[in-house]
């Protein structure tokens, strides 16, 4: 069984740029219930039960089509979300320093730019879904709550939920403010350990 994974802050702890109100109805309620959705679709199937949630995601083939879709949709709700609360610090904010940087700039020309493209690319996602940077500072776009994983990638340095439960509360129809203001949040610190050592997320995602 699936568990909701405590936050390593309060959810108080981003002030203006995320508000107590989102945070705790996007952790408590929203990701509450990819667990529990989760929990029910692999309970109909004992057979799949003992399979890490990452193998599920990485082979959705092999997942029973009976439960897939829910699987699909509510492991891959979990394992996002999972993510997400790690890429967000009371702490965050500024810019990568180190190898990350370097890499960054050597990609893109510039910090500046590379947060452009990122807006840009999370403004493009049409209805729900996410933006990522990957290992080779690539930036991709997911549907709804699949990820990296799903399409035969590696596990992401660092995401933003751009679902609109994220921020609607906040920001309503608004989504680039959204996304300028968690530039102020970014755990700079937890992407460039993600970019240093290829993370084995299994052991986060329980």
Request: proline content about 6%; aromatic content about 14%.
């Amino acid at each position: 069984m699936y568990t909701l994974p405590a936050l390593d802050y309060n959810y108080d702890a981003f002030g203006k740029y995320i508000s107590k109100t989102i945070m705790e109805l996007h952790h408590s309620k929203h990701h509450q219930t990819y667990v529990d959705k989760l929990n029910a679709a692999l309970g109909q199937d004992p057979s799949i039960q003992e399979k890490p949630l990452l193998e599920l995601l990485q082979n959705l083939d092999s997942v029973p089509e009976s439960i897939r879709t829910a699987v699909r949709n509510h492991g891959g709700g979990h394992y996002n979300h999972t993510l997400f609360w790690k890429f967000m610090s009371p702490d965050g904010g500024g810019e990568p320093s180190g190898a990350l940087a370097d890499a960054i700039t050597h990609t893109y020309g510039s910090f500046q730019k590379f947060t452009e493209e990122f807006e840009a690319k999370s403004l493009a996602v049409f209805g729900s879904g996410w933006a990522w940077l990957q290992p080779d500072l690539s930036i991709i776009t997911t549907p709804n709550q699949d990820s990296p994983l799903m399409q035969g990638g590696p596990a992401p340095l660092l995401g933003l939920d751009v679902w609109e439960h994220a921020y609607y509360l906040d920001y309503t129809y608004k989504r680039a403010d959204y996304v300028k203001a968690w530039w102020n949040v970014v755990n700079w610190q937890y992407a460039a350990d993600r970019f240093a050592h290829q993370p084995d997320d299994s052991l986060l995602v329980k």
